[in-house]
């Protein structure tokens, strides 16, 4: 049984003082903050992700309604997005993936709704906007809405509006559940749509978009055989006929789910917005979206 997770925090940390890896551990606005790089090819094929940097920003504080724990944790993931952008970076493009009928998946659609695009307001009032970075947003939808990949998609959208970095967001899938719905995982490495279900998509990359592409992601679900089956091996067993049925794919997640992707996609949007936008604050950001 593989332990599937999306997290390189989880993956790299199961795959201990493996060479060419290394993890950090700091803080962020009063956040924890694991920082994970994988620096060679041979350690990107012994922990399952690809060479990059990867920040995983935990988010107790606003789980547990700590005060001024919103704008914290939008200016913890505005910093972390800021270090990861390219350097004279102007246009970018954001996609949120997912289907957002399916709550779960809808963390990127609904992150998306959150964020302030820009591109046309810059053309049609240049006194206003002139100094204001282009952002367009996009929610592309999933396959079976569209019949159109994802992929296919975005490099039209790329292709069109030229943008000089892309940021994708998505739902992911975690290896544990303290990890569920009190994380983001910020990497400048790309992503591959649908992953964490075990139903991959074409990956988002430098390499099939020919810009540099953030992905942004919070964990949604957890494999239920991962999750049976670490809990069987932290006990001392050696099996249970009870993990014949998770055979075929289980996806478990919290029962507080619509709130907690709603809360989540706040932080996501307003982050993304003061890490383009610099000079805006919260009360800003709530105005242009209202």
């Not at 690809?50 to 944790?73: K, Q």
């Not at 296919?152 to 959208?157: A, C, D, H, S, Y």
């Not at 992905?215 to 091996?233: N, R, Y």
């Amino acid at each position: 049984m593989t332990f599937r997770t999306d997290l390189a925090a989880e993956a790299c940390a199961r795959a201990s003082h493996q060479p060419g890896a290394r993890q950090t551990e700091t803080e962020r606005e009063g956040f924890s903050l694991i920082e994970t790089v994988i620096e060679t090819e041979e350690a990107a094929r012994a922990i399952g992700k690809p060479v990059g940097r990867y920040r995983t920003l935990g988010l107790g504080a606003l789980i547990r309604r700590e005060e001024d724990a919103f704008p914290r944790a939008c200016r913890a993931l505005a910093g972390l997005l800021g270090e990861l952008l390219p350097e004279r970076c102007r246009g970018v493009l954001v996609i949120g993936l997912g289907n957002r009928a399916i709550t779960p998946d809808a963390i990127g659609p609904r992150t998306v709704a959150n964020v302030v695009a820009t591109r046309h307001l810059i053309s049609q009032e240049p006194k206003y906007f002139a100094d204001w970075r282009p952002v367009s947003a996009v929610a592309p939808g999933v396959l079976g809405q569209t019949g159109v990949e994802t992929g296919e998609i975005v490099r039209g959208l790329v292709d069109r509006i030229e943008p000089d970095a892309v940021i994708a967001v998505d739902a992911l899938a975690a290896g544990r559940l303290t990890h569920l719905m009190r994380t983001i995982q910020c990497a400048d490495v790309g992503i591959v749509p649908g992953a964490g279900v075990d139903n991959a998509r074409a990956a988002l990359n430098r390499e099939t978009l020919g810009v540099p592409v953030l992905a942004l992601g919070v964990p949604t679900v957890v494999d239920g055989s991962t999750l049976a089956h670490e809990i069987v091996e932290q006990m001392g067993a050696s099996g249970s006929e009870a993990l014949d049925d998770l055979a075929a794919p289980v996806l478990v997640t919290t029962r507080d789910i619509d709130r907690e992707v709603a809360d989540v996609s706040r932080v996501l949007g307003y982050g993304i917005n003061l890490a383009l936008h610099p000079h805006l604050s919260i009360a800003d950001i709530e105005l242009c979206l209202n």
